[in-house]
C-alpha cells in the first residue's frame, strides 16, 4: 500500500506540474516560440534633427496608425548603434553609406531602399573655419578639425573626398569627433576648434535659425559627393512578405498619416527600392 500510494503522489505530481506549465504556456507563451517585435534603428550623425526623444515619438505614432507593430529607436552615438546592432539585429536600419560599406559584401545587413532628398541621393560637406583666422592649406595639417566619425575608414574616406586634391594627409590634423553634425558647426561658430567639416544643409539651417551665430565663419572648400543614408534590413530577422508590408508603408502611406513631417524629419523625401 505505502508503495501504490508513493506512486500515485508522484503521478499526481507530475500530472500537476504539467498542468500547471501548460497553463503558464497558455498565459505567457514559450520564450523560445514567442513572438517579437521587429526593431528599427536609425542612425544618422550629419542628419540636422537634434531632438532624437521627438523623432521617436513621430516614428512610433506614425506605425501605430498604420497599424504595423514595430519598435524604433535612433541613436546619438556610433559605438551604441555599432553594439546594440551585433546584440539584437534589428529587421531594418537606416544607416549611413559609409557605415553599409565598411559592413562589406559577406554582410547579412542588404539594402532595402535608396533614400533621396531634394533630388539628389548625396550630399556635399563644407570646411568652415572663422573669418578672424587667416588659415592658409600648407596651416591645415597642425589645426584643429571637429566633425562626425565616419567609421574606420573616417581618414581615408576624408582624403577621398577633401584632402587629397590639396595635397594634405587628414592624419596630420587634429581630429575630434563629435556625435552630431550641428556639434561640429557650432564648435567651429564659438571658437572652440579652428576648423569644422559640416554638411552644408545643416549650415543653411542653423543661419536660418541663428544668423548671429554663423556670422562669423566662413567657408573654406567642399566636399566630394557624399552617398545618403541608406534603408537596409537584416537577413533572417525579417520575412520577404514582413519586407513587402513594411515597404508599402513606407511608399503607400495615406494623406492622414503624419508622412511628410517624419520625412523631414529624417531629411528624406523619396524612396527608390534598391536592387539587391
Not at 20 to 26: A, E, N, Q, T, V
Not at 95 to 104: I, K, Q
Amino acid at each position: 500500500m505505502n508503495i501504490q500510494g508513493g506512486d500515485d503522489i508522484k503521478s499526481f505530481s507530475f500530472l500537476f506540474t504539467l498542468f500547471f506549465s501548460i497553463i503558464l504556456l497558455c498565459c505567457y507563451g514559450s520564450p523560445g516560440l514567442a513572438s517579437s517585435v521587429p526593431e528599427f534603428y536609425y542612425f544618422n550623425p550629419d542628419s540636422s534633427q537634434a531632438n532624437l526623444s521627438e523623432l521617436n515619438e513621430e516614428m512610433t505614432d506614425f506605425f501605430e496608425k498604420q497599424g504595423y507593430d514595430i519598435s524604433f529607436q535612433a541613436f546619438v552615438h556610433l559605438q551604441d548603434f555599432q553594439e546594440q546592432i551585433k546584440k539584437s539585429k534589428p529587421a531594418f536600419i537606416l544607416m549611413p553609406s559609409w557605415y553599409f560599406a565598411e559592413l562589406g559584401d559577406t554582410s547579412k545587413i542588404k539594402p532595402l531602399f535608396c533614400p533621396g532628398h531634394h533630388g539628389h541621393k548625396s550630399y556635399t560637406k563644407v570646411l568652415l573655419t572663422s573669418k578672424a583666422f587667416k588659415i592658409a592649406i600648407n596651416t591645415l595639417p597642425r589645426k584643429s578639425l571637429a566633425m562626425t566619425s565616419m567609421g574606420s575608414r573616417t581618414l581615408t574616406i576624408l582624403n577621398r573626398i577633401m584632402f587629397d586634391k590639396l595635397g594634405v594627409d587628414a592624419a596630420e590634423m587634429n581630429i575630434i569627433y563629435v556625435p552630431k553634425d550641428l556639434d561640429a558647426l557650432i564648435a567651429v561658430a564659438i571658437g572652440q576648434v579652428d576648423l569644422a567639416l559640416v554638411c552644408q544643409e545643416n549650415i543653411s539651417e542653423l543661419r536660418r535659425i541663428n544668423p548671429i551665430l554663423l556670422g562669423g565663419v566662413k567657408s573654406i572648400l567642399k566636399s566630394s559627393p557624399i552617398g545618403l543614408p541608406i534603408l537596409c534590413y537584416t537577413e533572417g530577422s525579417t520575412s520577404p512578405a514582413a519586407r513587402d508590408i513594411f515597404k508599402k508603408i513606407l511608399l503607400n502611406s495615406s494623406g492622414k498619416i503624419n508622412k511628410p513631417k517624419i520625412l523631414e524629419m529624417i531629411q528624406i523625401d523619396d524612396w527608390k527600392t534598391a536592387e539587391n
